[in-house]
């Protein structure tokens, strides 16, 4: 069946503005995830959702940091007045459950000028 | 805090031997362990997991070992190939937590 997928693929933004960042996750996938990777890192959680409940979100950076996952399927991650220490990969996951294997989009890389 | 590490970053194998990839980790109360893979430009791959209940754990050429008295685990790859070729990346999460906290990885090359 289809995977985790992520929009767009690549984000180009100058500094100031806003992004927004989309996940659809895998049908039927209770347990949703962000997570942000800088360059040679592994990822870093920001956020995880249960359903349309957000029920962990320690790893958000900074308050310009909001997601939201409305209807329990699509995420939506944004990012207000976008700055250079944003540059980085940002990944989705979803899962049956919290404590199964997550599986994981091909990210959206944003680079902030 | 809490950290999960890894003692090598980078390996070179050749193609047909075994890999060997160790990673370390602080938090006691971690209890499920995941191996991802990674390709460039690609999202990590799930490979291989484990939880604390077991020391071993065998899939299809990859088998992980976790020895918790040193809070060590590790992944070994059979008859490396190629396509092995990837970072990989151990990671640690308390069953009932949301948190799933990565290393910085692991590059595995594979000389043909």
């Known amino acids: 069946g289809a995977g985790v997928s992520q929009s767009p693929r690549y984000k180009v933004a100058k500094r100031g503005q806003d992004v927004a960042l989309r996940c659809d996750p895998i049908s039927g996938h209770v347990s949703l995830f962000w997570y942000q990777q800088a360059l040679g890192q592994g990822p870093e959680f920001l956020t995880y959702f249960q359903n349309e409940a957000q029920l962990d979100k320690s790893g958000l950076p900074s308050d310009r940091f909001f997601a939201e996952r409305p209807e329990g399927s699509v995420s939506t991650l944004k990012i207000q007045r976008t700055q250079q220490e944003d540059s980085a990969v940002y990944l989705c996951?979803?899962?049956?459950?919290?404590?199964?294997?997550?599986?994981f989009g091909d990210g959206t890389r944003l680079s902030i000028l | 805090g809490e950290s999960v590490g890894l003692h090598l970053p980078t390996l070179s194998v050749q193609e047909g031997d075994n890999s060997i990839i160790n990673c370390a980790y602080s938090n006691s109360a971690s209890d499920y362990f995941i191996w991802y893979k990674q390709e460039s430009g690609k999202g990590p791959q799930f490979i291989i997991d484990i939880r604390s209940n077991m020391d071993k754990r065998q899939g299809q050429r990859v088998t992980v070992l976790l020895n918790k008295t040193v809070k060590h685990l590790s992944l070994q790859i059979a008859a490396t190939q190629p396509g092995d070729s990837a970072v990989y990346f151990c990671?640690?999460?308390?069953?009932?937590?949301?948190?799933?906290?990565f290393g910085a990885g692991t590059r595995l090359f594979v000389k043909a």
């Open positions: 990671a640690e999460k308390q069953t009932g937590g949301f948190k799933t906290i």
């Open positions: 996951a979803s899962s049956r459950a919290r404590d199964q294997p997550q599986h």
